[in-house]
């Protein structure tokens, strides 16, 4: 095949390949430079805005120094002249070497070169920025992995908006990456992108568009031939018209909310909705200071209860969630059996309906352990080894159902007595993660000690985590970074000794494995408050009404004990209720003991605790800014990615127009220099229809055989519009090519006809053309991937031919060696 690259039709080559006049190469100016620094301060700038969801602004230097490299990489490139394919290419270099010196200097080779070593620290760094964003509530502490993340992604924006404006020529498109970055304040603060953000953001977008009209960056055209008032208005005309639109839209479309764009209408396509997070990010609910997510119920119970939503027992060590065991889950019909043995005497039975609002969620918060479930609307299914009730393609909103729990009554001599080996619960529930920190396995085995039985050594951890050592704080956590619930974060949790739910649970589940006690981290709502209400239920009379909110969230451990099941305890002090078979070895009324009243949550009045009615107030449930922004964070990146993926994909396509918009692009230019171009598009609408130019062909040849190619429907041959056009424009193109210099005075007008007979020939190509022809010349065009395998195919090529020379270098001082050492005795 022959690639007929454009740059050599453009500097005057004949189709034949023979040289015809070389306009004069012209310099590349201030072009690339300018170029790169609009697309610097457009990223840079929305970069700002992500203050608020990363706290503080230590995270921004590394970020502004990776655009500042990138940019400066691709301009230095540009301005050599380099291929646009190289070009990215050095851009992926650059970002790769100052990632590398930013946060890998000490395994990098000579500091910023990537090694083996390298590779397993950036594993490292994505898991835990991975954790970040599921585990913790913005702001978010900026710990080396997720600014590093950061960093890579804003880099990869800064090449992708450098390629849409530059090869590709579509600068209006680079919005969309800009979009990308905004979206992720515009949904997670309550302040949106903020002033400074979308001022910075949107005057480098307007510079990107103001520097692709006022420059050429096409080397076909004049230095100063690019300049157009008329384009500069247009392009000024186009930014204050996305601008003004940019602003009114919040106005106008539902789902934003907070005030004036862009400081406030942060965007909430699912309005007042709110739901429960499972991934536990209490913090920011436990925070918010007003309640959101109302749920009421009414119950037979002789107080409010614990409603439990989900379980979590996959501690992989860096971030934790819920094992919803799909291939397990039985539909909601009939009876939920908990699938393990209950010796108690005793059960208490009771009556719950439960009317949840706005609160929305994939999981339905219910009283443990739930018999029979009536009312629900929609498909849902139930896990046999946690009695968590999910929806299948339905949620939690306006939901009213009635819920029959069942549990044994439970005291501490009984669960003293239970000291049996554990059996018939699944591993998931007893597995130790196998990189659990030292201070956590110390700090296990010194607390239970002088314990003999699991029981003993629960009630000795949770003495041990509710003692005065210490405190419970909403703050601390944040202040000293460990907002979350990974190992990691449960080493510096017993360090400091301050924390909130999700660290006292989570640290009381794994040592109690570690002890050999299965475990597990409910998450739900604490008791509540009563609304002085009653609520008529059928069957029971009128029953009095609570209510919890996202102020309730909560999340306490679950202890499973042979014979009596998965037991609830409350490590966290300050907060839910203590249950009676936890108190009776405490001593009532002393401060931070396990029966002190200053545990129960405000306005709740102590109810008669029950196995499962310690379901303690759940991790991130509510709906506040920092819940949105968690849930939507992983389909953000996940939806980015898909982009990703139909970018590459569409980039032959995207390719294949950029290059004829350029081609047929008549302003500035005389016939002179449109004419090659126009026959290099020729060539190149061939080649995609499957008949490409041989390079022995000239201009006339491959017009005739392009017009009478049987590839071209039943008969042959082109419709007589694009007949007409193909003859005209190999007359030009021999004229040009072959004739006398023209002085073109009168000469544009020509070639704004010569746009329309491209027109008609790919019109006539494409409808004589097979459908499978006509979907590869649109998104597998031959002209662009031939051109690609040819520049990939370089550097193989270069290689081939330098060991040829130098094997026959080789032969040749080998032959002369050889002369010189048999040459005859005598001879001359």
Not at 143 to 149: D, E, H
Not at 501 to 523: D, K, N, Q, T
């Amino acid at each position: 095949m022959t690639l007929a690259p454009e740059r050599n039709a453009s500097r005057g080559q004949s189709a034949t390949g023979a040289p015809g006049k070389v306009p004069a190469r012209t310099r590349v100016g201030a072009y690339p430079w300018a170029m790169a620094g609009a697309v610097a301060l457009s990223v840079a700038g929305a970069a700002i805005s992500l203050n608020g969801v990363l706290r503080g602004w230590a995270w921004y230097l590394p970020i502004l120094t990776t655009v500042a490299v990138v940019c400066l990489t691709i301009a230095t490139l540009r301005a050599l002249r380099a291929h646009p394919l190289v070009v990215a290419a050095g851009g992926f270099a650059s970002l790769i070497a100052i990632l590398t010196l930013t946060f890998f200097r000490r395994t990098g080779i000579a500091g910023f070169i990537p090694s083996g070593a390298t590779l397993a620290e950036v594993d490292r760094f994505v898991r835990r920025a991975s954790e970040t964003v599921l585990a913790e509530s913005a702001p978010v502490a900026p710990n080396a992995g997720i600014v590093m993340v950061s960093c890579a992604a804003l880099g990869l924006t800064v090449i992708l908006i450098d390629a849409l404006a530059v090869p590709l020529g579509m600068p209006a498109t680079t919005g969309l990456g800009l979009l990308a970055i905004l979206v992720v304040p515009a949904t997670v603060k309550p302040q949106s992108v903020g002033v400074w953000g979308f001022t910075a953001t949107a005057a480098g977008y307007l510079l990107i568009l103001a520097c692709s009209q006022w420059f050429a960056p096409d080397s076909r055209t004049a230095a100063d031939s690019g300049r157009n008032p008329g384009q500069f208005r247009r392009a000024l005309l186009t930014g204050t018209v996305a601008l003004v639109a940019t602003l009114a839209v919040p106005a106008a479309i539902p789902g934003f909310d907070h005030g004036t764009f862009p400081q406030g209408s942060r965007l909430n396509p699912w309005g007042a909705g709110t739901g429960l997070n499972p991934m536990i990010t209490l913090g920011n609910s436990l925070r918010a200071p007003a309640g959101s997510g109302r749920i009421t119920y009414a119950t037979t119970a002789a107080g409010p209860l614990y409603l439990r939503s989900v379980t979590v027992d996959n501690f992989d060590g860096e971030s934790w969630g819920p094992d919803d065991r799909d291939a397990e889950r039985r539909p909601v019909a009939g009876q939920l059996e908990t699938g393990h043995e209950i010796i108690a005497e005793e059960q208490l039975r009771q009556v719950t309906a439960v009317d949840t609002g706005a609160f929305t969620s994939p999981y339905l918060p219910l009283p443990y352990a739930p018999e029979t479930i009536r009312g629900l609307n929609g498909a849902w299914t139930w896990d046999p080894a946690t009695l968590a009730v999910k929806g299948s393609n339905t949620n939690t909103r306006t939901q009213q159902y009635i819920v029959v729990s069942t549990a044994p009554k439970l005291t501490a001599a009984l669960l003293q007595q239970s000291s049996q080996a554990v059996q018939g619960i699944p591993a998931d529930f007893t597995r130790v993660p196998g990189n659990v920190p030292d201070i956590v396995r110390r700090t296990a085995d010194s607390v239970t000690a002088s314990s003999d039985t699991p029981f003993a050594k629960a009630m000795a951890i949770q003495k041990y985590l509710r003692s005065g050592e210490f405190t419970y704080s909403l703050q601390s956590p944040v202040q000293g970074g460990y907002d979350g619930n990974g190992l990691s974060v449960l080493a510096d949790f017993l360090t400091q000794k301050s924390g909130y739910c999700i660290h006292y649970s989570s640290a009381m589940a794994v040592m109690a494995r570690l002890e050999g006690i299965p475990s597990r981290i409910a998450v739900g709502y604490a008791p509540g408050r009563s609304t002085g209400s009653t609520v008529s239920v059928a069957g029971q009379g009128a029953l009095p009404e609570y209510e919890v909110d996202a102020r309730d969230a909560h999340a306490w451990p679950e202890l499973y004990f042979q014979g009596l099941g998965w037991v609830p305890f409350e490590p966290t002090p300050s907060r839910g209720v203590i249950p009676a078979y936890a108190t009776e070895t405490s001593t009532p009324g002393v401060p931070g003991s396990l029966g002190s009243n200053e545990d129960l949550l405000p306005g709740a009045t102590a109810p008669t605790p029950t196995p499962s009615a310690t379901a303690v107030p759940l991790p991130g449930a509510g709906g506040g800014a920092g819940d949105l922004g968690q849930l939507l964070l992983p389909w953000l990146l996940g939806t980015a990615a898909a982009l990703g993926l139909v970018l590459l994909a569409a980039s032959p396509r995207l390719v294949r127009m950029g290059r004829r918009a350029r081609r047929l692009r008549t302003e500035g230019r005389t016939r002179e220099d449109v004419v090659p171009l126009a026959w290099a598009e020729i060539r190149d609408l061939g080649t995609d229809y499957g008949l490409s130019p041989d390079s022995s062909e000239t201009a006339r040849t491959y017009s005739a055989r392009l017009r009478h190619s049987s590839l071209l429907g039943e008969h042959g041959g082109m419709d007589d519009a694009a007949h007409q056009a193909i003859r005209s424009l190999t007359s030009d193109f021999e004229r040009r090519h072959y004739g006398p210099p023209v002085q073109d005075t009168a000469g544009r007008g020509r070639t704004a006809a010569i746009a329309p007979r491209i027109a008609a020939v790919q019109h006539s190509l494409r409808a004589n053309a097979s459908l499978p022809r006509r979907l590869r010349a649109d998104w597998l065009p031959p002209s662009v991937l031939g051109r690609w395998a040819w520049l990939l195919a370089a550097p193989f090529r270069g290689l081939s031919r330098l060991a040829h020379r130098t094997a026959k270098a080789a032969a040749r001082s080998w032959s002369r060696a050889r002369d010189g050492l048999f040459r005859p005795r005598g001879s001359q």
